[in-house]
């Protein structure tokens, strides 16, 4: 088995998202750094409605996925409501919500280890279109701001069997040819 980190390449959906310096574009490029750094993230504030910011994902090229573990790192302030937090994966239409756990720190994860849609192992083309991010509801009139700082998709996977091609075998009634 090996492991592959994608991290976001573009906005999917911004609901009530802005970047650390008040723009509402490329939030993506606020939280997709290898280092986490404290000084570029994304906010919001509105705790009447949830917040959602999904992206779009770089692409993998081959192999057997045998899970998908999604990382991020969220700050609170203004209140906290650790039933509020979610990892989303958005998938022919529909959300998938997962309760995180706790890594260290700030950091959160989620381990998937079937596509939702499908009850099946998560397949290169469905990693190749994952559109993935946070969800955020306050559940209360109470101010929460949350601050996301970073976020990454680590993908299991084992190496693609060789496909055996032109090979013949002779057998005591004939042979047969691949």
Do not use: C
Not at 33 to 50: C, F, I, K, N, R
Not at 78 to 99: C, M, P, V
Not at 167 to 172: A, R
């Amino acid at each position: 088995m090996a492991t592959t980190i994608i991290r976001p390449i573009s906005d999917y959906s911004i609901s009530n998202w802005k970047n650390s310096d008040d723009g509402t574009t490329n939030l993506y490029s606020y939280v997709d750094e290898e280092t986490l750094s404290l000084l570029d993230y994304a906010y919001s504030v509105d705790p009447s409605t949830g917040k959602e910011l999904l992206f779009n994902f770089s692409d993998i090229t081959n192999g057997i996925i045998n899970k998908i573990t999604l990382y991020f790192t969220v700050v609170y302030s203004g209140g906290y409501d650790e039933n509020g937090k979610k990892a989303r994966i958005y998938i022919n239409s529909t959300n998938y919500d997962y309760t995180p756990v706790l890594v260290s720190g700030n950091t959160f994860k989620v381990e998937i280890d079937t596509n939702p849609n499908t009850s099946t192992a998560f397949t290169v083309s469905d990693i190749n279109s994952l559109i993935a991010g946070f969800f955020h509801s306050s559940g209360s009139s109470k101010a929460v701001r949350a601050e996301l700082y970073q976020y990454y998709i680590e993908v299991d996977y084992s190496s693609t069997p060789p496909t055996i091609t032109g090979v013949s075998i002779m057998t005591g009634v004939g042979s047969i040819t691949f």
